[in-house]
């Protein structure tokens, strides 16, 4: 079973920068692609940034230019770092890994931005 555990959420004043981790269980180039979703009380989840396995990435257009995606191999573990951040950012972040018709999804990781 693919286990996706998420680190670094937490409170920020707006402006600011934190990093989001998502360690796999399992090497992250099986996956297809992995992700960074998120959901705000009220909202549906959306895409926020992902990257596939040759390295293609995509953003959401809220979050272009401040926030970049990466993968460490060595570490099986996928990163969000979050600049200029906006009390509109405040979410549950998650991580996803998709690999043929499956996705799977970590336990998600609270971001406050505070204004």
């Known amino acids: 079973q693919v286990r996706l555990v998420e680190t670094g959420g937490g409170m920020v004043q707006a402006g600011g920068s934190l990093r989001l981790s998502c360690a796999a269980s399992?090497?992250?180039?099986?996956?297809?692609?992995m992700g960074w979703y998120r959901q705000a009380p009220g909202n549906e989840r959306e895409l926020v940034a992902s990257?596939?396995?040759?390295?293609?990435?995509i953003y959401a257009d809220s979050v272009k230019d401040r926030f970049a995606i990466s993968r460490d191999g060595a570490k099986n573990t996928v990163y969000l770092q979050m600049h200029r951040l906006k009390p509109e950012d405040t979410a549950v972040y998650y991580c996803?890994?998709?690999?043929?018709?499956?996705?799977?999804w970590g336990q998600g990781t609270q971001v406050t931005v505070s204004s």
């Open positions: 399992e090497n992250i180039f099986m996956f297809n692609s």
């Open positions: 996803n890994a998709k690999v043929l018709m499956r996705n799977y």
């Open positions: 990257i596939n396995v040759g390295g293609n990435t």
